[in-house]
């Protein structure tokens, strides 16, 4: 499998923070599909990074100066945001690559004519 870079539109969140699946190869969909399925993700991966989320906030809530000098808290929101972003894409991806699917298959025009949307 080739693995190709997205668009910039398709590395952009949506409005509404979802991840944008225009422009990534439908392999990559495919492949994201098959990691958040895996017991991998489900039993040590999500769960991990669960965990080191939890110790970052709990790190966030210490207001101690060495605990800022150490680590600031732009970092720390940084890296909850980073990480809940890695949480929420493969569903994300996965959903939205979903319903373009069942859009595109619901619309007997495109179907019949073989349109791409």
């Known amino acids: 499998m080739k693995w190709c870079a997205p668009t910039a539109t398709a590395s952009a969140p949506n409005s509404d923070g979802k ?16 990691i958040y399925a895996s017991q991998a993700w489900v039993d040590f991966f999500e769960p991990r ?3 080191i989320r939890q110790t970052m906030l709990e790190l966030l809530a210490d207001p101690s100066q ?21 949480l929420d894409l493969p569903q994300s ?8 699917a069942a859009s595109r298959d619901a619309d007997p025009l495109r179907v019949d004519l073989g349109i791409a949307p």
Do not use: W
């Open 49 to 51: 990074l669960r965990d």
């Open 93 to 100: 991806l996965v959903s939205d690559a979903d319903a373009q």
């Open 66 to 86: 060495a605990r800022k000098d150490d680590k600031s808290d732009d970092y720390i929101r940084g890296c909850i945001a980073t990480i809940q972003h890695f």
């Open 19 to 34: 991840a944008n699946v225009e422009g990534y190869p439908s392999e990559v969909v495919e492949a994201v599909r098959y």
